[in-house]
């Protein structure tokens, strides 16, 4: 092969190169069934979206989280909690105000962003207790999607051991 | 070389994933009560430009498109544009909404069953909206997950009606 000749293989060969560039995308495209797939790409399944775990806090009390991250939030009102045993005893909840959020429809609805904690209180719970914590949740992204309400578990074992804290020692001011 | 490799290993990603069957039939062969209670097939409307739209009241995004769809619905609907409404849904609440935002399109109450439906033609994170096109040939022509901006169902409406 002399100069001239390899010099229109290589400009032949970029030729080739650049159409197969503009075509490749474009007949891979027009073979894939078109759905919006750089969004659900970006978008959190529901447990990752709103994490839940639960951790023993006391004798009779459990911290429960939702350890949600940036550009997702959880209703307030859809918020629910049920242990197993049924018979630990699970007081009404106290649940933190949130953040109100308007809704058209709806007016101020409370919203939860970052981390909520919850703290249950197990009235009936025996020391040392297993319990299964049932959460259900329900939120949405800021991305314009919401799920429907999720139920995520977590089992925690109560402390063993006295109930009554040690005295602390008593002060006066006469001795 | 290596930008055609980069090249199609970019359209093949964004055609990767979870593949929605393209022939409607599986969704045009669903049946599901109207919110006053009434069987309604989805078969009556094939041949229509159909876009069925997954939503639920207590999802904000859903409401925000919906006025969108109720001009399109009355702007091209005797042209050949059907919208159709599955609400993942109590009855009660979704008659009220209607009625309130005077829908013009039927709205079907689904359930939760609706979103495992919705998970079959790609709805991977079972999420709402949801919304599935269907030509007139009985093709799912596209499937969206959030809200389908108004330019782009112009465009469908453009192009397939």
């Known amino acids: ?175 | 070389m290596v930008a055609a490799v980069v090249a199609l290993a970019l359209g093949v990603f964004a055609g990767s994933g979870y593949e929605a069957p393209k022939d409607g039939s599986t969704l045009l062969a669903i049946s599901l009560p109207d919110s006053k209670g009434q069987e309604q097939a989805l078969a009556q409307w094939r041949g229509k430009l159909l876009v069925v739209n997954f939503w639920a009241t207590w999802c904000e995004p859903c409401r925000d498109e919906m006025p969108e769809f109720v001009r399109s619905q009355a702007r091209f609907g005797d042209k050949g544009l059907q919208f159709v409404g599955i609400a993942v849904d109590d009855p009660a609440k979704v008659g009220t909404y209607i009625q309130q935002i005077g829908l013009n399109y039927p709205a079907l109450i689904g359930g939760m069953g609706a979103i495992e439906l919705s998970k079959t033609f790609g709805n991977t994170l079972s999420a709402l909206p949801f919304t599935i096109i269907v030509d007139r040939k009985g093709s799912i022509v596209h499937t969206q997950l959030g809200v389908l901006k108004p330019a782009q169902l112009q465009g469908f409406i453009d192009k397939l009606l």
């Not at chain 1, 629910?80 to 308007?102: T, Y």
């Not at chain 1, 058209?104 to 299964?132: H, W």
């Open chain 1, 1 to 175: 092969m002399n100069r001239a000749e390899v010099a229109r293989r290589r400009s032949a060969h970029a030729t080739i190169v650049v159409i197969a560039s503009l075509a490749a995308p474009i007949v891979a495209l027009a073979l894939a069934v078109p759905a919006d797939l750089a969004r659900a790409a970006d978008l959190l399944p529901p447990e990752r979206a709103f994490p839940f775990s639960a951790l023993a806090s006391g004798p009779q009390t459990v911290e429960a989280r939702f350890n949600v991250p940036d550009g997702y939030y959880l209703y307030r009102d859809k918020i629910r909690f049920q242990v197993e045993p049924a018979s630990a005893g699970l007081a009404p909840l106290e649940l933190p105000a949130g953040k109100l959020k308007h809704d058209e429809f709806f007016g101020d609805v409370a919203t939860y962003r970052g981390l909520l904690k919850v703290d249950l209180v197990l009235k009936s719970a025996a020391p040392g207790q297993r319990i299964l914590i049932k959460a259900e949740a329900q939120g949405c992204a800021d991305a314009g999607i919401c799920y429907p309400p999720i139920v995520q578990t977590a089992t925690v074992t109560l402390p063993a051991g006295s109930v009554v804290p040690p005295e602390a020692p008593k002060k006066s001011w006469f001795n």
